[in-house]
Antibody, heavy 113, light 107 residues
Framework: QVQLKESGPGLVQPSQTLSLTCTVS????????VSWIRQPPGKGLEWMGV???????DYNSAIKSRLSISRDTSKSQVFLKMNSLQTEDTAMYFC???????WGQGVMVTVSS | DIQMTQSPPSLSASLGDKVTITCQAS??????IAWYQQKPGKAPRLLIR???TLESGTPSRFSGSGSGRDYSFSISNVESEDIASYYC?????????FGAGTKLELK
């Protein structure tokens, strides 16, 4: 059974760096890509980026300069790091298999001092 | 980037109604559109992929169609459990992009 689960701090101060982890089970990171998607409260969905099965990455150009996605295949984990956080980055952050066939439950991140 | 124009933003329906949501892409997306249902506080749930392929567990009252730039998603015989927001997603080109969503409410 495919499962993804996000984890990370619920509160981040402005200008700081966000670090999130997506732990997967029931799928191999060497044969599956994983995307990160976010959703501000009461708003729509934004695709952030993807790490491919070969370890390559692609990012949404709107946030590319601030975003990094990496992985540890031995731990079945994918990581998101985004720097220079602002209040507009307050959102639910989801990881998903591929383009979005299976999703984690999400983790709420609030950017506030 | 491909823009996905989803309409209507909100929809009011009675139980048993048929409702339709549309998404228009800014360019041909070759049927690479998916439809999601999202309930408050939950992750989106994939209902349909590749325009019209129902996911396992998706009730047959849900359907999708379209080609080129124009796509639609329908629910026949709306049930109370269908009250949710719905989103389209194009996944033919990066960055993948979502429609703005449609909130389905009971009349």
């Amino acid at each position: 059974q495919v499962q993804l689960k996000e984890s990370g701090p619920g509160l981040v101060q402005p200008s700081q760096t966000l670090s999130l982890t997506c732990t997967v089970s029931g799928l191999s990171l060497t044969s599956n890509s994983v995307s990160w998607i976010r959703q501000p409260p009461g708003k729509g969905l934004e695709w952030m980026g993807v790490i491919w099965s070969n370890g390559g990455t692609d990012y949404n150009s709107a946030i590319k300069s601030r975003l990094s996605i990496s992985r540890d295949t031995s731990k079945s984990q994918v990581f998101l790091k985004m720097n220079s956080l602002q209040t507009e980055d307050t959102a639910m952050y989801f990881c998903a298999r591929g383009w979005g066939s299976y999703w984690g439950q999400g983790v709420m991140v609030t950017v506030s001092s | 980037d491909i823009q996905m124009t989803q309409s209507p933003p909100s929809l009011s329906a009675s139980l048993g109604d048929k409702v339709t949501i549309t998404c228009q892409a800014s360019q041909n997306i070759n049927k690479y559109i998916a439809w999601y249902q999202q309930k408050p506080g939950k992750a989106p749930r994939l209902l349909i992929r590749y325009t019209s392929t129902l996911e396992s567990g998706t009730p047959s009252r849900f359907s999708g169609s379209g080609s080129g730039r124009d796509y639609s998603f329908s629910i026949s015989n709306v049930e109370s459990e269908d009250i949710a927001s719905y989103y389209c997603l194009q996944y033919v080109n990066l960055p993948y992009t979502f429609g703005a969503g449609t909130k389905l409410e009971l009349k």
